[in-house]
């Protein structure tokens, strides 16, 4: 049987408090949205509409490509399912409803309710048991145990429902039983339209309906700021585990952040306050000191990183390399076994093998108008508190002697000073 989803993307997040639409929110670098067309994708979910406001149609760049409908005016789950219906061009099999504020359903559990849909079933719900007081819709059953209503939070009926099985929210429904979504009548207290109506006016049809359980975690909505941290926890401790898992040392787990896509090789250590942003590598056997912070990056075999060592986007640090203490490298190519230990600004350059950079470098990269590059060759040897004014290469096996300013090429095998001569003089006693 054919599958589908309709992800519902239009909610504009008015309880965070921010300009930015709220499906398009990071946890853990990745937009609330993107955690569930992902989650779809690996369930096997081909076909995707999303059903968004014109803010987020306008600022959402990534799934350009993904059909999508614009609800212009948020008239509730219902209206904007029953708008997507004719996106999906006549499509025959089961359309699954997810929602973008709830990032955490797996793939496994919508292979589950796609595979609930035995013997004429026409709708599957989800839920899960809580006992304490929440605001969750409650699901009513009958006495064959299948759903026959959802009353949520606002009803006035709910004070007097004795259940303790709380509506997940993400259904599914088979294509046949679609046109019952034009009966869903607009709430008189909200002026919505609700799409767990639908379950009432099926059960009145007398079309089969049913229901699995599912883990709350799964179908946590986000609507605050504070929502928003409980989910980047949640959302932490899964790719923390993970990485654990296939054998990475994270001395101390909660005080790490990872991104979503960071690649980790084997035997790696990662000490205390280290952040990952997106997009970085890290091959094996290396260690990452306390209070490092990497994006985009590279970290090759067996190299040493921080402690307090910034590596930033574009760069590379080859095997056996050494980046240490308030060390800043950006958009740069750090060959094997480069030593660069020191309070040391590194931009826009290549450092050949084995070369050795002294305490208090910095490559001036930046003319005020362009980026220029800097090429440092093979068994190098930079002195402390050096200036290197780019565009500018420097060969194999130079010197290069401390405190001084660099504006021309060095060849290969030379020694280069370009400081002032020291003057002493002496002064008379009083």
Same mark, same amino acid.
């Given at each position: 049987?054919?599958?589908?989803?309709?992800?519902?993307?239009?909610?504009?997040?008015?309880? +965070?408090?921010?300009?930015?639409?709220?499906?398009?929110?990071? =946890?853990?670098?990745?937009?609330?949205?993107?955690?569930?067309?992902?989650?779809?994708?690996?369930?096997?979910?081909?076909?995707?509409?999303?059903?968004?406001?014109?803010?987020?149609?306008?600022?959402?760049?990534?799934? !350009? /490509?993904?059909?999508?409908?614009? !609800?212009?005016?948020?008239?509730?789950?219902?209206?904007?399912?029953?708008?997507?219906?004719?996106?999906?061009?006549? #499509?025959?099999?089961?359309? +699954?409803?997810?929602?973008?504020?709830?990032?955490?359903?797996?793939?496994?559990?919508?292979?589950?309710?796609?595979?609930?849909?035995?013997?004429?079933?026409? +709708?599957?719900?989800?839920?899960?048991?809580?006992?304490?007081?929440?605001?969750?819709?409650?699901?009513?059953?009958?006495?064959?145990?299948?759903?026959?209503?959802? =009353?949520?939070?606002?009803?006035?009926?709910?004070?007097?429902?004795?259940?303790?099985?709380?509506?997940?929210?993400?259904?599914?429904i088979h294509n046949s039983a679609l046109k019952y979504l034009n009966k869903i009548k607009k709430n008189p207290l909200s002026k919505e339209y609700y799409l767990t109506d639908i379950v009432k006016i099926l059960s009145k049809e007398n079309i089969k309906t049913s229901y699995i359980e599912i883990n709350e975690e799964e179908i946590l909505g986000i609507n605050t700021q504070l929502d928003l941290s409980i989910a980047e926890g949640i959302a932490q401790n899964l790719i923390r585990k993970k990485a654990m898992i296939n054998g990475v040392k994270l001395i101390?787990?909660?005080?790490?952040?990872?991104?979503?896509?960071?690649?980790?090789?084997?035997?790696?250590?990662?000490?205390?306050?280290?952040?990952?942003?997106?997009?970085?590598?890290?091959?094996?056997?290396?260690?990452?000191?306390?209070?490092?912070?990497?994006? !985009?990056?590279?970290?090759?075999?067996?190299?040493?990183?921080?402690?307090?060592?910034?590596?930033?986007?574009?760069?590379?640090?080859?095997?056996?390399?050494?980046?240490?203490?308030?060390?800043?490298?950006?958009?740069?190519?750090?060959?094997?076994?480069?030593?660069?230990?020191?309070?040391?600004? =590194?931009?826009?350059?290549?450092?050949?093998?084995?070369?050795?950079?002294?305490?208090?470098?910095?490559?001036?990269? #930046?003319?005020?108008?362009?980026?220029?590059?800097?090429?440092?060759?093979?068994?190098?040897?930079?002195?402390? /508190?050096?200036?290197?004014?780019?565009?500018?290469?420097?060969?194999?096996?130079?010197?290069?002697?401390?405190?001084?300013?660099?504006?021309?090429?060095?060849?290969?095998?030379?020694?280069?000073?370009?400081?002032?001569? !020291?003057?002493?003089?002496?002064?008379?006693?009083?």
């Amino acid at each position: 049987m054919e599958v589908c989803s309709i992800i519902l993307s239009a909610g504009k997040g008015s309880r +965070l408090l921010s300009s930015i639409p709220k499906p398009l929110h990071l =946890i853990s670098g990745k937009t609330m949205l993107q955690w569930v067309i992902d989650a779809n994708k690996s369930a096997g979910i081909k076909k995707t509409i999303l059903v968004v406001s014109q803010e987020f149609s306008e600022l959402d760049t990534k799934n !350009q /490509n993904l059909p999508k409908v614009i !609800q212009k005016k948020p008239l509730g789950t219902g209206d904007a399912v029953r708008i997507a219906i004719p996106s999906l061009n006549n #499509f025959e099999g089961i359309v +699954l409803i997810c929602f973008a504020d709830t990032p955490f359903i797996t793939p496994n559990t919508l292979k589950k309710i796609v595979k609930s849909f035995k013997n004429d079933t026409k +709708l599957v719900i989800t839920g899960f048991k809580k006992f304490e007081n929440n605001k969750y819709g409650k699901i009513i059953f009958d006495t064959h145990k299948r759903p026959i209503e959802i =009353i949520e939070e606002k009803d006035a009926k709910r004070e007097k429902v004795n259940s303790n099985i709380c509506n997940g929210g993400i259904m599914a429904i088979h294509n046949s039983a679609l046109k019952y979504l034009n009966k869903i009548k607009k709430n008189p207290l909200s002026k919505e339209y609700y799409l767990t109506d639908i379950v009432k006016i099926l059960s009145k049809e007398n079309i089969k309906t049913s229901y699995i359980e599912i883990n709350e975690e799964e179908i946590l909505g986000i609507n605050t700021q504070l929502d928003l941290s409980i989910a980047e926890g949640i959302a932490q401790n899964l790719i923390r585990k993970k990485a654990m898992i296939n054998g990475v040392k994270l001395i101390d787990p909660n005080s790490i952040f990872i991104n979503h896509d960071t690649k980790f090789g084997k035997d790696v250590i990662v000490h205390p306050n280290v952040v990952f942003g997106e997009n970085v590598i890290v091959d094996s056997f290396v260690e990452i000191k306390s209070f490092s912070h990497l994006e !985009q990056c590279e970290i090759k075999k067996d190299s040493i990183i921080g402690p307090f060592a910034r590596i930033r986007g574009g760069s590379i640090i080859g095997k056996k390399a050494k980046i240490g203490n308030f060390v800043e490298i950006k958009k740069s190519d750090i060959s094997e076994k480069v030593k660069i230990n020191h309070l040391s600004y =590194i931009g826009d350059t290549e450092i050949g093998f084995s070369t050795n950079i002294g305490a208090g470098t910095i490559t001036c990269n #930046f003319d005020g108008k362009n980026k220029n590059k800097t090429k440092i060759g093979k068994n190098s040897f930079v002195g402390s /508190n050096s200036t290197i004014i780019a565009p500018i290469r420097i060969g194999d096996n130079v010197t290069m002697g401390a405190g001084s300013v660099f504006n021309k090429d060095v060849p290969n095998n030379n020694l280069s000073i370009g400081r002032a001569y !020291q003057i002493n003089k002496k002064t008379k006693k009083d």
